[in-house]
């Protein structure tokens, strides 16, 4: 099985701050990974595919990167509205979830 | 637009048989793309249970895959799971979701989740 790693698991910051998670593959996923933002109470979201890929409808302040085993999703500026838990998760063998980061604004 | 709507009861006893079906609308399960059941612990770790395609032919996490079925209904367009011999430590909220290929197998489409409690 593939496992998944993600650090920090919480942080705290501010608005404005630019802000990055990482994220770790046990082996090469290639680019089979995919973010996700979740709000209490709520499914999650799919924010960007294939390491990079902004879904529609996200802002552009999102940002994905990393190929092989080591990817991570960046927000340029922060805002009130992405206080929330983000979740990578492979899709390259099954569908194996990081344990999450919890961002506190 | 894609709308997932999962039902089925929220108490279930230890040793007993968890059963969910998700509803789904917006996009036919007999599409190219797979079906997916996630569940979320109280802890908040997401894991993936396993999926299907239209076929019938369906994936499992190893760690789940005695205790589990997914199977489709066509003429309902929904799919379901079955869980089996379920404990406490199968409660969790549980999803059903799109794996959307056209998006690299993300999961592109969730419903909103139910909760199962495993208790006597």
């Known amino acids: 099985d593939i496992q998944m790693t993600q650090s920090p698991s919480s942080l705290s910051a501010s608005v404005g701050d630019r802000l990055t998670i990482t994220c770790r593959a046990s082996?090469?996923?290639?680019?089979?990974l995919n973010w996700y933002q979740q709000k209490p109470g709520r499914a999650p979201k799919l924010l960007i595919y294939?390491?990079?890929t902004l879904q529609s409808d996200v802002p552009s302040r999102f940002s994905g990167s990393g190929s092989g085993t080591d990817f991570t999703l960046t927000i340029s500026s922060l805002q009130p509205e992405d206080s929330a838990t983000y979740f990578c998760?492979?899709?390259?063998?099954?569908?194996?979830f990081g344990p999450g980061t919890t961002v506190e604004i | 637009q894609v709308h997932l709507q999962e039902s089925g009861p929220g108490l279930v006893k230890p040793s007993g048989t968890l059963s969910l079906t998700c509803a789904v609308s917006?996009?036919?399960?007999?599409?190219?793309?797979?079906w997916t059941w996630v569940r979320q612990t109280p802890g908040k770790r997401l894991e993936w249970i396993g999926e299907i395609y239209r076929s019938g032919s369906a994936n499992y996490n190893p760690s789940l895959e005695s205790r589990v079925t997914i199977s489709l209904d066509k003429s309902k367009n929904q799919f379901s799971l079955e869980l089996r011999s379920v404990t406490a430590a199968d409660t969790a909220v549980y999803y059903c979701?799109?794996?959307?290929?056209?998006?690299?197998?993300?999961?592109?489409?969730w419903g909103q989740g139910t909760l199962v409690t495993v208790s006597s």
């Open positions: 998760q492979q899709t390259y063998k099954s569908g194996t």
């Open positions: 294939f390491g990079s």
């Open positions: 082996e090469n996923i290639y680019n089979y």
């Open positions: 979701a799109k794996v959307d290929q056209s998006k690299y197998r993300s999961l592109s489409s």
């Open positions: 917006g996009d036919s399960i007999s599409s190219g793309n797979w």
